[in-house]
């Protein structure tokens, strides 16, 4: 079996850095970013996408499908990891307000819950679910912490380590016979 995943195009939080929440849409350049990516993606055997109900993913999608023309379902499960009270924000900003807060998450972001948000712990528990229920010839449109998530668990090396997946980024996974995963050249 193998499945294919895709970072969303870049939006402006990502080009200026600060945490986008789930309304943040693509720029012009994430949008360029993903008519390149439908054109590889174009050469892939693909018969359905996936898509983070996220206005940037979803966004992605309808991008992608101009070329793919394939049945479109949106997935919360595939969803960024919930940063909580940083989401619409710069860190510095929300760190100067609560402080005390961020050192607590911060002294292990694995387990603690950012205010409002989601644990690594938790982030991960959602990529095993995923790999559980991949389906066969399929694109997820996704996130970079969700992606990077999936990674980490199919390379067996702690999330912080996984490698950065780039906007617009093709990534695909292949099961093999004994149902390992690992990550293939496109």
């Known amino acids: 079996m193998k499945i294919y995943m895709i970072r969303h195009g870049e939006t402006e939080g990502n080009r200026k850095g600060f945490f986008a929440d789930r309304y943040e849409p693509l720029n012009d350049r994430g949008r360029e970013q993903i008519r390149a990516a439908a054109q590889r993606a174009k050469e892939l055997p693909l018969e359905q996408l996936i898509t983070s109900p996220y206005v940037r993913t979803l966004e992605t999608s309808k991008i992608l499908n101009e070329q793919l023309q394939l049945p479109v379902t949106e997935d919360i499960g595939i969803r960024e990891i919930h940063m909580g009270i940083l989401e619409g924000h710069y860190f510095d900003e929300v760190y100067q307000l609560r402080?005390?807060?961020?050192?607590?998450?911060?002294?292990?972001?694995?387990?603690?819950?950012?205010?409002?948000g989601e644990s690594i712990d938790?982030?991960?528990?959602?990529?095993?679910?995923?790999l559980e229920g991949a389906r066969d010839r399929t694109l997820y449109v996704s996130h970079e912490?969700?992606?990077?998530?999936?990674?980490?668990?199919?390379?067996?090396?702690?999330?912080?380590?996984?490698?950065?997946?780039?906007n617009g980024e093709l990534v695909c996974l292949e099961q093999g016979p004994g149902g390992q995963w690992c990550e293939t050249e496109l």
Do not use: H, K
Not at 100 to 115: A, F, G, I, S, V
């Open 99 to 116: 402080r005390q807060e961020l050192d607590y998450w911060m002294e292990d972001p694995r387990n603690r819950t950012l205010p409002e």
């Open 122 to 130: 938790e982030l991960l528990q959602r990529g095993r679910a995923f």
């Open 145 to 166: 912490a969700f992606i990077r998530s999936v990674l980490s668990l199919v390379q067996g090396c702690d999330f912080i380590q996984a490698r950065r997946v780039e």
